[in-house]
């Protein structure tokens, strides 16, 4: 913190004239800092300072002793920037104005160090000194003013510090100021303006420091207000102050109040009955007052309650009413005690009472009033017991069957039964509990170590059991070869799950041309792709895993069309045709190199088909089309 404008004049004070010999030498010690370019009413703070010592050199006595000590002035961010300029003697007025006309403000603001070394070239420890401090900051190199001034007062022979806050706002700086003056016996005085800093200089400069002058009385009234609210609320506060280093009141009621404070630096603290919260503010009484000194509460916080047991099975429904707000967004939770997430929620608008799904394992809980889901309060500690938790399964199943497993549990909404990989999270088939006791789980394809889990509400695995899964047999018996479009009997021995199938397609692809369900019988035939190559059949496990996969040649098919090699537009025609004759086998006619026609027939055994040409002429193209997805074969032909 800076101190932008500083002048301490240690003067001779006297009521009556004194003898020069009687006079204490003094030191004026001028602030050089950089923040003297300050501004007040368009002119800069140093040359209001300088204007303001001149004016004042000329009413001092002719025989005061009298120097100068000037701080910051020299170098930038300096603390021992200080330096006398001018010697304690008399007739030095004229030296000292030459001198303070000169400064360039460039430092910091030593401010309380330049008093002890004014105060040492007045050698303050043998003779009376008396100091007249102007300022409008904060002392930036020494942590504690009050202590400086109380060594100084200590040290001294009579030594005295006024002080004028000249455009002071800072609470804390006219604090330092107020503690300088009362522990070295001064005054303290605030200025404003020119004007103001002259008038309390004058003053200042005139008055005998002995005795002080009767403080005067400055109105003061105290009031506590909630939030952003500017009204006092009506509800109890009990008020404290102290200040100028005693307690002025103590739990004094009411909400305002007023008192009657000198000068100073003041703490006051209000305690709010209702909500049971304290709060404190610095602030500074000065000037002639009347002071308005307002603490702000926080915002109170609506009162809620919770009615509910003191103890409840984990994992159960529970129960639960309330007195709150229910504002929108309130809502009830149930979590750990001392941990603020929370396990388990309902919202207020969702009756009175209302029920809360509890954590499924025991221990020490708290369910929570929480205000506009943000704001715990009311609290209401419950205490969770073991819940009933089994599972019953047979040791060793087969890889794909179906197997069952009786269950005690909360069976609340997503609870499910789960089979897994041991050790994990991640499953290859649920039920949920919902469905019946027992319930039906199908075993992984792959054989190996498992376990069989109860899953709360489908988000905590709350029990796990192993179970071992053994091989399983799978078996497909076909022709090694078959020609293209043709029929494929396939006899097979697998699980049988929902989905399971017998499919064939490209080898070592996951794609197939045809499946068909294995519920439709132990032997399923199967249409070969039209296009020759390597294929296999495989046994799809529930229609997500091929368990086993087997190869087959596919040769090319027959495929052959016979028609005339022109047509009269808009004419009925007969194809005769050669091919696998599959379900949505069909002869089209339709444009060159396309896929789409203008007219088609279903072979479905009939050979020849009847085909109707195009109205418009051109050349055109014939197409055997395989299971109406593929085109096997095409041949052109003219329409007249």
């Given at each position: 913190?800076?101190?932008?404008?500083?002048?301490?004049?240690?003067?001779?004070v006297?009521?009556?004239?004194?003898?020069?010999?009687?006079?204490p030498?003094?030191?004026?010690?001028?602030?050089?800092?950089?923040?003297?370019w300050?501004?007040?009413?368009g002119?800069?703070?140093?040359?209001?300072?300088?204007d303001?010592?001149?004016?004042?050199?000329?009413t001092?006595p002719?025989?005061?002793?009298l120097?100068?000590?000037?701080?910051?002035?020299?170098?930038?961010?300096?603390c021992?920037?200080?330096?006398?300029?001018?010697?304690?003697?008399?007739?030095?007025?004229?030296?000292?104005?030459?001198a303070?006309?000169?400064?360039?403000?460039?430092?910091?603001?030593?401010?309380?160090?330049?008093?002890v070394?004014?105060?040492?070239?007045?050698?303050?420890?043998?003779?009376?000194?008396?100091?007249?401090?102007?300022?409008?900051?904060?002392?930036?190199?020494?942590?504690?003013v009050?202590?400086v001034?109380r060594?100084?007062?200590?040290?001294?022979?009579?030594?005295?510090?006024?002080?004028?806050?000249?455009?002071?706002?800072?609470?804390?700086?006219?604090a330092?100021?107020?503690?300088?003056?009362?522990e070295?016996?001064?005054?303290?005085?605030?200025?404003?303006?020119?004007?103001?800093?002259?008038?309390?200089?004058?003053?200042?400069?005139?008055?005998?420091?002995?005795?002080?002058p009767?403080?005067?009385?400055?109105?003061?009234?105290?009031?506590?207000v909630?939030?952003?609210?500017?009204?006092?609320?009506?509800?109890?506060?009990?008020?404290?102050l102290n200040?100028?280093?005693?307690?002025?009141?103590?739990?004094?009621?009411g909400?305002?109040?007023?008192?009657d404070?000198?000068?100073?630096?003041?703490?006051?603290?209000?305690?709010?009955?209702i909500?049971?919260?304290?709060?404190s503010r610095?602030?500074?009484a000065v000037g002639?007052?009347?002071?308005?000194?307002v603490?702000?509460?926080?915002?109170?916080?609506?009162?809620?309650?919770?009615?509910?047991?003191d103890?409840?099975?984990?994992?159960?429904?529970?129960?639960?009413?309330?007195?709150?707000?229910?504002?929108?967004?309130?809502?009830i939770?149930?979590?750990?005690?001392?941990?603020?997430?929370?396990?388990?929620?309902?919202?207020?608008k969702?009756?009175?009472?209302?029920?809360?799904?509890?954590?499924?394992?025991?221990?020490?809980?708290?369910?929570?009033?929480?205000?506009?889901?943000?704001e715990?309060?009311?609290?209401?500690?419950?205490?969770?017991?073991e819940?009933e938790?089994a599972?019953?399964?047979?040791?060793?199943?087969?890889?794909?069957?179906?197997?069952?497993?009786?269950?005690?549990?909360?069976?609340?909404?997503?609870?499910?039964?789960?089979?897994?990989?041991?050790?994990s999270?991640?499953?290859?088939?649920?039920?949920?509990?919902?469905?019946?006791?027992?319930?039906?789980?199908?075993?992984?394809?792959?054989?190996?170590?498992?376990?069989?889990r109860?899953?709360f509400?489908?988000?905590?695995?709350?029990?796990?059991?192993?179970?071992t899964?053994?091989?399983?047999t799978?078996t497909?018996?076909?022709?090694?070869?078959?020609?293209?479009?043709?029929?494929?009997?396939?006899?097979?021995?697998?699980?049988?799950q929902?989905?399971?199938?017998?499919?064939?397609g490209?080898?070592g692809?996951?794609?197939?041309?045809?499946?068909?369900?294995?519920?439709?019988?132990?032997?399923?035939?199967?249409?070969?792709?039209?296009?020759?190559?390597?294929?296999?059949?495989?046994?799809?496990?529930?229609?997500?895993?091929?368990?086993?996969?087997?190869?087959?040649?596919?040769?090319a098919?027959?495929?052959?069309?016979?028609?005339?090699e022109?047509?009269?537009?808009?004419s009925?025609?007969?194809?005769?045709w050669?091919?696998?004759?599959?379900?949505?086998?069909?002869?089209?006619?339709?444009p060159?190199d396309?896929?789409?026609?203008?007219?088609?027939?279903?072979?479905?055994?009939?050979?020849?088909?009847?085909?109707?040409a195009?109205?418009?002429?051109?050349?055109?193209?014939?197409?055997?089309k395989?299971?109406?997805?593929?085109?096997?074969?095409?041949?052109?032909?003219?329409?007249?």
């Amino acid at each position: 913190m800076r101190l932008p404008f500083l002048i301490t004049c240690m003067l001779a004070v006297g009521a009556t004239p004194l003898l020069a010999q009687e006079r204490p030498s003094a030191i004026l010690v001028l602030d050089g800092s950089g923040s003297m370019w300050g501004q007040i009413d368009g002119t800069a703070k140093i040359t209001i300072a300088q204007d303001v010592v001149q004016q004042l050199l000329t009413t001092l006595p002719g025989e005061q002793a009298l120097g100068l000590t000037v701080y910051g002035h020299r170098r930038k961010g300096d603390c021992s920037d200080i330096e006398t300029l001018v010697t304690p003697g008399a007739g030095t007025r004229d030296q000292i104005a030459g001198a303070v006309r000169g400064i360039k403000p460039k430092g910091k603001t030593p401010m309380a160090d330049a008093v002890v070394a004014a105060a040492q070239a007045l050698r303050h420890t043998e003779e009376a000194a008396t100091v007249i401090l102007v300022s409008d900051g904060i002392e930036t190199c020494v942590p504690d003013v009050c202590a400086v001034a109380r060594m100084l007062e200590e040290t001294g022979v009579n030594f005295t510090a006024h002080v004028v806050g000249f455009d002071v706002k800072d609470p804390e700086a006219l604090a330092q100021m107020q503690c300088l003056a009362d522990e070295t016996g001064g005054t303290f005085r605030s200025a404003a303006n020119a004007s103001e800093l002259a008038a309390a200089l004058t003053t200042v400069a005139a008055a005998p420091p002995e005795p002080e002058p009767e403080p005067v009385p400055i109105p003061t009234t105290f009031r506590a207000v909630e939030g952003d609210a500017s009204t006092a609320f009506d509800d109890p506060v009990l008020w404290s102050l102290n200040g100028n280093g005693s307690a002025v009141f103590d739990a004094v009621q009411g909400n305002p109040v007023t008192q009657d404070l000198t000068e100073g630096s003041y703490t006051a603290t209000a305690y709010r009955l209702i909500t049971e919260t304290e709060v404190s503010r610095q602030f500074v009484a000065v000037g002639a007052g009347p002071i308005e000194v307002v603490l702000t509460f926080p915002q109170a916080l609506p009162k809620a309650r919770i009615i509910a047991p003191d103890s409840a099975i984990a994992g159960s429904t529970l129960s639960v009413g309330w007195d709150g707000p229910n504002e929108a967004g309130d809502n009830i939770q149930i979590g750990l005690v001392g941990d603020t997430s929370y396990l388990s929620y309902t919202y207020t608008k969702d009756g009175n009472p209302l029920t809360l799904i509890l954590p499924p394992h025991p221990g020490s809980y708290e369910l929570r009033y929480v205000l506009n889901d943000r704001e715990t309060i009311a609290t209401y500690p419950i205490a969770l017991t073991e819940p009933e938790l089994a599972l019953s399964h047979p040791d060793t199943v087969e890889a794909g069957s179906s197997f069952q497993v009786t269950w005690a549990g909360p069976n609340q909404g997503g609870d499910n039964i789960q089979i897994g990989p041991r050790g994990s999270d991640s499953y290859t088939g649920y039920q949920y509990t919902n469905k019946g006791n027992p319930v039906t789980l199908i075993a992984p394809a792959e054989p190996g170590d498992y376990e069989i889990r109860y899953s709360f509400r489908d988000r905590k695995n709350i029990l796990r059991l192993p179970i071992t899964v053994t091989a399983m047999t799978v078996t497909l018996e076909f022709p090694a070869t078959v020609e293209g479009g043709q029929v494929i009997p396939v006899t097979w021995i697998g699980p049988n799950q929902g989905g399971d199938n017998i499919q064939i397609g490209p080898a070592g692809s996951d794609t197939y041309t045809h499946y068909v369900y294995t519920r439709e019988g132990s032997t399923v035939n199967l249409v070969a792709p039209i296009q020759p190559g390597n294929y296999e059949v495989r046994y799809s496990f529930r229609d997500r895993e091929n368990i086993l996969r087997m190869p087959l040649t596919v040769t090319a098919p027959e495929i052959s069309l016979i028609a005339p090699e022109s047509v009269a537009a808009g004419s009925q025609f007969q194809v005769g045709w050669k091919g696998p004759d599959q379900g949505g086998d069909n002869i089209q006619i339709g444009p060159v190199d396309s896929d789409s026609y203008t007219n088609y027939a279903y072979t479905r055994g009939k050979n020849p088909v009847t085909l109707t040409a195009p109205d418009t002429p051109g050349t055109y193209e014939l197409r055997y089309k395989f299971r109406d997805r593929e085109t096997a074969m095409r041949q052109t032909i003219e329409v007249k």
